[in-house]
């Protein structure tokens, strides 16, 4: 018998939230959060806790206090789709005849000193008093940043016996002089590497990094101390560059890097990655890097050359390629099956119009086959044995339902294995009566550009008449209104104005996202 779980409470002598909790994937009786803008971590069995960071003071005062650690900016988090500032190692390590046990963490700092401060009236203060802000205008200076490592070790027991915060062997700014954004990071399944995506101001330069955990130096102010540290670094411990994008256009950030485990001496990585700037859709590709160590001398000064840390692209092979759309953004995923060499993904091969899952194989590229039933647009998500996906679905003239389905066939052809209905989890609803949905259109412009729209007409109409039109449009990056999804939730407010006896029009105009990067490029400089 079922019985409803009741969350216990984790005391904690922290004062203020507790924010951004995650489990420690080596050992889950520990678990981190973010505290006053530091990193602190917990051992859920005994209660201990200890704090790992210490940039912030603590004061009320914003200018004073700009430091933080683990902690995603507004600018980060507003453009980047990005909400935290801290990543654990999957794995842990065991030093010393103790058998001490290592877990480690990646972290952002940010250093905002330089940063704007501006002032907001606050309805919730006292008259006349103000919020104050940190927040980068256009032209303006950005945080500095940095990417260091937290490590701590515990005892058979579970007890913390040492902590230590790393820095990289060399500032972060010399390592990595153009870079301003880290737009997102992360751990190989291995823990041998993290992993960084690196973006420049414009957003027309990416760079897919790895950093060996050995690059990172025991943080002091000691000037002798710091350069020991640094020869004790191997010479052939260095960051691996193993991709990088280059647009005129920008760049979109997305989620799509799946690198798959290496093997044991193996110097190369091979993984899967979403890339847009190629042909300008976003594509699946299989990119295998070879991991060549250079030599440095890290005590040393360092300057890095235009290609410093590069590495040869032994093989990259394109998964999907067309005129269309594999889906990235918005928190978009793939999935890996390494069993069947299979990789599922969704995207707009059928139509712009409409989402839909489909599969295709990373180890002989070629046939892509669509699982989800075309006439409606879809969200999917597979179970994690790849015999079953759920999917969320409707169209502009059925409400949301949503199904689930196994994947049934030959185990020998796993490619071809066919969807079959299995449960409901929600069936559609009734549209309300005085609902009438939109019609989809299309229409080239003169310059002979395909626009697609939507039209509410007046529920009043009468043909021969003029109705007073309201055209709706958003027109900017990363939004497609017009599509085969049901508006009667979002946009109810258009279907009010037919209701009251207004057409109502809306476009996807050039700078529309889901039709590629010139499309939506288009108004780069334009606006």
């Not at 995506?197 to 002798?224: G, K």
Request: aromatic fraction near 12%; hydrophobic fraction near 35%; glycine fraction near 6%.
């Amino acid at each position: 018998m079922v019985s409803p779980m009741k969350p216990l409470e984790i005391k904690t002598q922290c004062s203020g939230p507790r924010m951004d909790p995650k489990i420690c994937p080596a050992d889950p009786a520990f678990f981190s959060f973010i505290n006053n803008s530091d990193l602190w971590v917990a051992n859920i069995e005994t209660g201990e806790e200890r704090r790992l960071t210490f940039c912030h003071q603590g004061l009320s005062n914003v200018l004073d206090d700009p430091k933080s650690a683990g902690v995603a900016t507004f600018v980060i988090q507003e453009e980047f789709d990005r909400f935290t500032g801290y990543w654990w190692c999957p794995t842990a390590s065991w030093e010393g005849s103790e058998g001490l046990k290592t877990l480690r963490i990646l972290y952002e700092e940010v250093d905002e000193s330089e940063v704007e401060v501006i002032h907001v009236p606050s309805p919730a203060l006292e008259e006349r008093k103000t919020d104050s802000y940190r927040y980068p205008r256009t032209g303006s200076k950005n945080p500095k940043i940095a990417l260091k490592l937290a490590e701590f070790q515990t005892d058979s027991q579970g007890k913390i016996v040492s902590t230590q915060e790393k820095e990289l062997v060399q500032p972060f700014s010399s390592l990595f002089p153009k870079v301003e954004y880290i737009a997102r990071a992360g751990w190989t399944r291995d823990g041998k590497y993290a992993w960084a995506m690196f973006l420049d101001r414009p957003q027309q330069w990416l760079q897919l990094v790895l950093l060996p955990p050995a690059l990172f130096i025991p943080s002091t102010e000691n000037e002798e101390q710091r350069l020991a540290s640094a020869r004790a670094v191997p010479r052939n411990v260095q960051p691996y560059v193993v991709y990088e994008e280059v647009t005129n256009v920008w760049i979109n950030v997305h989620d799509i890097f799946y690198p798959f485990p290496q093997s044991e001496g193996d110097d190369e990585l091979c993984f899967l990655r979403a890339n847009e700037c190629k042909t300008g859709f976003c594509h699946l590709y299989k990119v295998t890097a070879v991991l060549k160590s250079q030599g440095y001398d890290w005590s040393e000064p360092f300057s890095p050359g235009e290609d410093e840390f590069k590495c040869p692209i032994k093989e990259e092979i394109a998964l999907t390629s067309g005129e269309w759309e594999v889906l990235a953004r918005h928190g978009s995923k793939i999935w890996v099956n390494e069993e069947t060499k299979l990789v599922y993904f969704q995207g707009t091969k059928d139509t712009p119009l409409e989402h839909h899952l489909y599969v295709v194989s990373y180890e002989a590229a070629g046939e892509i086959v669509r699982l989800t039933t075309p006439g409606f647009s879809h969200s999917c998500s597979m179970s994690q044995n790849f015999d079953m996906f759920v999917s969320h679905y409707s169209s502009v003239s059925t409400p949301p339902c949503v199904h689930v389905y196994k994947l049934s066939g030959p185990d020998d052809d796993p490619l071809h294995k066919q969807p079959r209905f299995w449960a409901s989890m929600m069936e559609a609803a009734s549209c309300p009566p005085d609902y009438v949905p939109p019609e989809i259109f299309h229409f080239h412009t003169r310059s002979d550009v395909r626009l697609y729209g939507m039209i509410y007409k007046p529920h009043a109409l009468q043909p021969g008449k003029k109705h007073p039109t309201v055209l709706f449009v958003y027109g900017g990056p990363q939004v497609q209104l017009v599509n085969n999804s049901f508006k009667g939730i979002k946009y109810l407010r258009l279907n009010t104005l037919a209701s009251l006896g207004y057409a109502v029009v809306v476009i996807d105009g050039r700078g529309s996202c889901q039709r590629g990067l010139r499309f939506e490029g288009a108004l780069k400089n334009q606006m």
